[in-house]
């Protein structure tokens, strides 16, 4: 089993930054993929950015070149580097973990889910 437990949600104004965190424990040698989801008001969960054990990084066209996803291996924490927010990007996020290969962008993918960080951006 693998548990995740997400950090560092806020709410910032339009054009502001935010860092969020995702600490593993428990089985984490056997999730090489590690994902930010997030899920607005009315929609459903959506990708956000996905990383690999061998670094491979994947965005949503959204947020291309506004979040950076990273790891630090030693912490077994996964991060989201957010910045130029928009309003839109108010969600509730989810780091995600998976064990096999799979789509980036699908939750369903991801058997691992913390319980969420929310990130409110105002106009």
């Known amino acids: 089993q693998v548990q995740l437990v997400e950090s560092g949600g806020g709410s910032v104004q339009a054009g502001g930054s935010l860092r969020l965190s995702c600490t593993a424990s428990?089985?984490?040698?056997?999730?090489?993929?590690m994902g930010w989801f997030r899920q607005a008001p009315g929609k459903e969960r959506e990708g956000v950015a996905s990383?690999?054990?061998?670094?491979?990084?994947y965005y949503a066209d959204s947020v291309q070149g506004r979040f950076t996803i990273s790891q630090d291996g030693a912490k077994r924490t996964t991060y989201l580097q957010m910045t130029n927010l928009k309003p839109d990007d108010t969600a509730i996020y989810y780091c995600?973990?998976?064990?096999?290969?799979?789509?980036?962008?699908?939750?369903?993918?991801?058997?691992?889910r913390g319980q969420g960080t929310q990130v409110t951006v105002s106009s």
């Open positions: 995600s973990a998976a064990a096999d290969g799979y789509n980036w962008a699908r939750p369903a993918d991801f058997p691992y």
């Open positions: 428990g089985d984490t040698d056997n999730i090489p993929y």
């Open positions: 990383i690999t054990s061998l670094g491979l990084l």
